[in-house]
């Protein structure tokens, strides 16, 4: 059985997240937010993804992948994982893993989305470019409102 820990620790592009809501803000709007569920106390992920021409292509709402474009993306996974891929490149646009698959984190989250002006945000499960080619690893961002602002 998963144990909610009473702080909350989240892994995103090879960097952890400890008691952080928004873990990036891009322009003062919250591009990851996480949030508790009222009905078994698990901490969920909120963003949503685009590509690189600025189209919405997925949702992400409480750590399950929301996508229409059936033919050109598809999700893999189990019950404590998502992969969400581009069927024609095999190329992973994310991958969400939750309680045992993401110990000792309650989540561990791989993405790599555009933002509005198109700025391609890249979180590996290693790193996280940031603009001006600024690259961090191995980071722990602890106890504040919004751990990363881009602006």
Avoid at 14 to 25: C, E, F, M, R
């Amino acid at each position: 059985m998963w144990k909610v820990e009473e702080r909350f620790k989240v892994r995103l592009g090879g960097n952890d997240y400890v008691n952080v809501p928004i873990l990036v803000a891009f322009k003062g709007q919250s591009l990851f937010t996480l949030k508790r569920h009222e009905e078994n106390d698990y901490l969920g992920i909120y963003f949503d993804i685009y590509d690189k021409q600025g189209k919405h292509i997925a949702a992400v709402r409480r750590n399950e992948i929301y996508f229409g474009d059936k033919d050109k993306y598809q999700i893999e996974g189990s019950h404590n994982r998502y992969v969400f891929f581009e069927r024609e490149s095999g190329r992973t646009i994310c991958d969400i893993k939750k309680r045992e698959e993401a110990h000792p984190a309650e989540l561990d989250v791989s993405v790599s989305l555009y933002t509005p002006t198109g700025f391609l945000f890249d979180a590996t499960p290693e790193e996280t470019n940031l603009q001006g080619g600024i690259i961090l690893r191995n980071s722990l961002i602890a106890d504040c409102g919004v751990g990363i602002a881009i602006n």
